[in-house]
């Protein structure tokens, strides 16, 4: 707004909901006037909450919170003398969501206005087949639930989609047609890797994993796109030989069916495969995701704005793999504000193809942590029409006394 006085960043507050998301911390940002920005990341809360308070709070209490570009060059540029990703780059992703929420309050506007207005009205999304419990509380008795790629396979019940993705597939993907869901991701071959190694995978753990996979291709046939996950658990024989299998059931994509360490080897097994390839919300700065484009590595651009910078550095990202002529897609699997973060993305770049979504999250917890759930109908998301992120934290979430609550304050 023009002729506004400077807000003045008065206040930083986090909190780990563990009870609701282990691996979650929430960030709010309160100005002088009474502006409020929400932001939040995923994995090593205390890790993160550690350099929001005492490290980044240096840098911004007492400075303006409409300078969000400002901040985010200055944080980033510091956190690289340190090695920079991931705790800092997750860091500086939920302070930046948390700034642009405050700037399209104070301009009355959605993020998506701020970001060069509507290229669209609305956005595809898939299913990602995770129970409610999946990312948080496994319930096999295992101790992996907050290690990255564990989801376990859940149990019998209502919205266990990742149950239903291995014993009762055709019955979940005419569920999911039903709904208007074009397109949902599963994992049937994980369990391979986690018993076996991922070196190599043997003709009966392949049978095993296409099973559900034929299943959905009988049931509803191409009325829904299937994407598979590998979560980076395989080495290139192993791969080469999942991607022979899969041609059969054309999927729309293979994401993440090896590990990021060497984008040459991904190239390489790219071209090999001869079906599309998605990465990766694993590649945190933009430098990487240069480096994957040039490589020709991917299809699709996969990126989650509250890992890989925020909004500030999501849209140049979104920005470079449009220069390649490369689709993207937005990840969350994790936090109701990653998934708003990205609906605002999505409404302002033509490249988007997707938007992640987990509908048993939505569905069964997302309520307890923000006033407003995401607005989805058959199959398509709709972008917030309220200035800002257009969703708010529960203040009973930032409560001295509970959740790890943290907060910075400026010194008067």
């Not at 009474?34 to 993160?48: D, K, N, Q, R």
């Not at 400075?63 to 860091?91: I, T």
């Not at 909004?311 to 979104?318: D, N, P």
Request: proline content about 5%; aromatic content about 8%.
């Amino acid at each position: 707004m023009v002729g506004r006085s400077m807000s003045k960043i008065i206040s930083i507050e986090t909190a780990h909901p563990s009870s609701i998301m282990p691996n979650l911390l929430l960030v709010r940002v309160t100005t002088d006037d009474g502006l409020v920005g929400h932001g939040e990341t995923y994995y090593t809360p205390g890790a993160v909450a550690a350099l929001v308070h005492e490290w980044m709070s240096e840098r911004l209490l007492g400075a303006d919170a409409l300078a969000v570009e400002s901040h985010w060059r200055f944080l980033y540029e510091r956190s690289r003398s340190f090695g920079q990703p991931g705790a800092e780059m997750r860091a500086l992703s939920a302070v930046d969501v948390a700034l642009w929420d405050i700037l399209g309050q104070a301009c009355g506007q959605p993020i998506w206005r701020l970001l060069g207005g509507p290229v669209r009205e609305n956005i595809r999304i898939y299913n990602t087949c995770g129970g409610p419990g999946y990312g948080a509380h496994p319930t096999d008795g295992s101790r992996h639930g907050g290690w990255s790629g564990y989801g376990d396979e859940g149990e019998p019940g209502l919205l266990q989609d990742n149950w239903a993705s291995f014993h009762t597939a055709g019955d979940l993907a005419e569920e999911l047609v039903g709904e208007g869901i074009g397109g949902m991701k599963v994992w049937p071959f994980d369990r391979f890797a986690h018993k076996h190694g991922g070196q190599q995978i043997s003709w009966a753990d392949l049978e095993a994993g296409m099973r559900p996979l034929r299943e959905i291709r009988e049931r509803v046939g191409k009325q829904i796109e299937i994407m598979i996950e590998g979560h980076a658990f395989f080495q290139l024989p192993a791969a080469l030989r999942l991607a022979e299998a899969l041609r059969e059931i054309e999927p729309c994509w293979l994401e993440d069916i090896l590990a990021l360490d060497n984008l040459d080897t991904l190239a390489n097994f790219r071209r090999q495969a001869r079906l599309p390839i998605s990465a990766s919300e694993m590649l945190l700065t933009r430098n990487n995701f240069l480096d994957l484009l040039n490589k020709q590595a991917t299809d699709y651009v996969m990126l989650d704005p509250t890992w890989c910078g925020g909004i500030s550095e999501s849209r140049r990202i979104l920005q470079l793999a449009e220069s390649f002529n490369i689709a993207a897609t937005l990840h969350d699997c994790t936090g109701p504000l990653t998934l708003f973060a990205g609906l605002h993305l999505s409404a302002a770049h033509t490249n988007v193809a997707w938007q992640e979504t987990v509908r048993a999250h939505i569905r069964t917890f997302y309520d307890k942590l923000i006033d407003r759930l995401p607005e989805i109908e058959n199959g398509h998301a709709s972008f917030p029409d309220s200035p800002g992120l257009g969703v708010r934290l529960h203040d009973e979430l930032f409560r001295e006394g509970s959740n790890e609550y943290r907060q910075s304050v400026l010194n008067k």
